[in-house]
């Protein structure tokens, strides 16, 4: 087999396709094309018929390879429909029935003299990727989905051809090799997951490959077949990675109370390896409080109910307790729940110290009732101690101006209260009198001692009165001052 490299060349530049653009179209790098086209590398036979077809043109016209043959169209479709209800299903239970089928197809392939052509427009029609061998490994059909995977044009004749003519090296030594021990061997092999040869490990599909045997038991071939399961294997990776990477606790239990599956998370959360958490009950890691409620809980699952919003606690393997908010579903004919478990551990935490701080505020806010309470008991007393004595009371500042007075006090100097309101004390005082009041306020204000004075004082209206004062320091550099009246006193004496 032979690629001429200089006329794929002229007729891509006659085209005026690119380099890039063919290599594009191919599904292949730039470096692999230019590997071809300057003959360090010679493509297998389905990919030199790829480049013919890409580029529209006969492959003979850049090859020694002879155009691809035209099949008889042959309506087989009660026979195709015989090995796809045999291909389906479980295929383990049919392999005597596979083996049957495909032993008559070979009786077929023995009597006819069109046998191969029979045999390829009925296989054509089957829907997988499907082909048969005879012992020497060379194909004698094959499906056109199989055609389809390389590429090739469904009327491709695959008779005579071999793995290395369709698949890169390593895969096509990979495939003949089981092939060639199913031959030997007479062992099938039944629905293995693999990749499909011939797609740069692009798809996936479950393979298996029975032997043939004729009439007498003795190996004719093989046939092998893949059912493509790409967008199944792609789906169970996504759902993999869903599993895998969410920080929540994902798992599957069954009826019996044991774990099946838990995904890392949930491993991680509760400080298990994945063995531990499926060697003991699940009631084993399930606060002791909670057991009861969950086990109700899984009573209501097993019956087709959903689980919303289920909280309970679970126990750490370091002893902490967690707090988790479940959602599951159960499948009864399985016998299985599937859950997804939220840790609400820190939620928890603070919904408790929030309800403990509201306790101690409440416990505060009771503390401040009764001591506003008592204030306000406090502040009658104050007001019949000081308000309604009978006698004056004035808080005098440093310099000796009024800050507060009482009644009793503004009576006896004939004001309103308000007027009083930093008024010098010494208005009060009969000018002769002063420098005592002077010298008296100068020793309290030096020693802190209290000091007590008679002193003659004056009325608003100009009226004189004895009186006797008492001073003591009050806070900030103020002091206050007792008035009593004794002139009464004083004119009986």
């Known amino acids: 087999m032979e690629l001429h490299t ?8 006659r085209k005026k396709i690119t380099a890039e653009e063919l290599a594009g179209m191919m599904g292949m790098s730039r470096v692999t094309l230019g590997a071809w086209e300057n003959a360090r590398r010679v493509p297998s036979e389905a990919k030199i018929r790829m480049l013919a077809k890409v580029m529209n043109i006969p492959v003979n016209e850049i090859s020694d390879l002879t155009p691809d043959k035209t099949i008889s169209e042959i309506k087989l479709a009660p026979l195709a429909s015989s090995i796809s209800s045999v291909l389906a299903g479980d295929r383990a239970k049919n392999l005597n029935r596979q083996t049957n089928l495909i032993s008559g197809i070979m009786g077929i392939i023995k009597e006819l003299s069109d046998a191969k052509l029979l045999l390829g427009a009925m296989v054509s029609s089957l829907p997988s990727i499907f082909y048969i061998k005879g012992t020497d490994l060379k194909y004698i059909t094959a499906s056109e989905d199989f055609l389809k995977n390389l590429s090739l044009n469904k009327n491709y004749d695959v008779i005579g051809k071999t ?4 698949f890169p090296q390593n895969e096509a030594k990979i495939n003949n090799a089981m092939d060639k021990d199913v031959i030997a061997s007479g062992q099938s092999i039944i629905d293995k997951e693999c990749y499909i040869p011939g797609n740069r490990k692009a ?11 004729d009439s007498e038991g003795k190996i004719e071939g093989v046939v092998g077949y893949f059912v493509d399961i790409t967008e199944r294997k792609k789906a ?6 869903i599993v895998n990477i969410s920080p929540n606790l994902i ?9 099946k599956f838990v995904n890392p998370a949930g491993e991680k959360l509760l400080g298990y390896t994945g063995e531990e958490l499926l060697s003991k009950p699940v009631a084993c890691f399930i606060h002791p409080d909670d057991i009861v409620r969950s086990n109700t809980e899984e009573a209501n699952l097993a019956r087709g109910n959903l689980t919303l919003a289920f909280e309970n606690r679970y126990i750490h393997k370091d002893g902490s307790i967690l707090h988790f908010l479940w959602t599951a579903a159960s499948i009864p004919d399985e016998k299985l729940i599937y859950s997804i478990a939220i840790d609400i551990t820190e939620r928890m935490q603070v919904k408790e110290a929030l309800r403990v701080h509201q306790v101690e505020l409440e416990m505060q806010n009771e503390e401040l009732r009764r001591a506003h309470v008592e204030l306000e008991a406090l502040r009658g007393r104050y007001f019949n101690l000081y308000e309604l004595a009978p006698v004056g009371f004035c808080t005098l500042s440093e310099k000796g101006l009024i800050r507060e007075a009482n009644i009793r006090t503004a009576v006896k100097l004939g004001m309103n209260r308000g007027a009083l309101i930093n008024q010098p004390f010494t208005r009060f005082i009969l000018p002769e009198d002063q420098d005592i009041y002077y010298r008296k306020r100068k020793t309290l204000l030096a020693t802190g001692k209290p000091q007590a004075w008679e002193i003659r004082m004056l009325h608003s209206d100009g009226s004189a009165f004895r009186a006797y004062l008492q001073a003591a320091p009050a806070q900030n550099k103020e002091f206050m001052i007792t008035l009593n009246d004794i002139t009464a006193l004083k004119t009986i004496e």
């Open 6 to 13: 200089e006329k794929l060349k002229t007729i891509r530049k």
């Open 163 to 166: 793995d290395y003519d369709f």
């Open 203 to 213: 798809r996936w599909g479950i393979m298996s490959k029975i032997p043939i045997l």
């Open 236 to 241: 169970e990776e996504k759902y993999d990675r």
């Open 251 to 259: 798992c599957v239990s069954g009826m019996d109370g044991y774990f």
